[in-house]
């Protein structure tokens, strides 16, 4: 059992930096590759990065590559998002999501989901 807590979302002018913490329960986390997705209204969930359990290698979708950034601290139970740099288009929903596999990109392969934190980018 994995409880996901996000927080760290608001509302920015473009070009603001936020970042997103996600909290995790459990003493097993370190053995779970962690990811973020976000979902814009009228959109599917989109997949933004993802941070593996084994290795701590990141992969990020094009489309925030070299602005956000993904880490954690497993000391800490804790998966971050740095976003800088931050666009209109940058708006959405963001969830956290955890999976015990090594490497994941896609939705279906999470099987924990935090609630999401509403990110908000004026133009």
């Known amino acids: 059992q994995v409880q996901l807590v996000e927080s760290g979302g608001g509302l920015v002018q473009a070009g603001a930096s936020l970042r997103l913490s996600c909290a995790a329960s459990g003493r097993t986390f370190s053995r779970y590759s962690m990811g973020w997705f976000r979902q814009a209204p009228g959109k599917e969930r989109e997949f933004v990065a993802t941070i593996g359990w084994s290795s701590g290698s990141t992969y990020y979708a094009d489309s925030v590559k070299g602005r956000f950034t993904i880490s954690r601290d497993n000391a800490k139970n804790t998966v971050y998002l740095q976003m800088n740099s931050l666009k209109p288009e940058d708006t959405a929903v963001y969830y956290c999501?955890?999976?015990?596999?090594?490497?994941?990109?896609?939705?279906?392969?999470?099987?924990?989901w935090g609630q999401g934190t509403q990110v908000t980018v004026s133009s």
């Open positions: 999501a955890a999976t015990p596999r090594h490497w994941a990109i896609n939705s279906y392969e999470y099987d924990y």
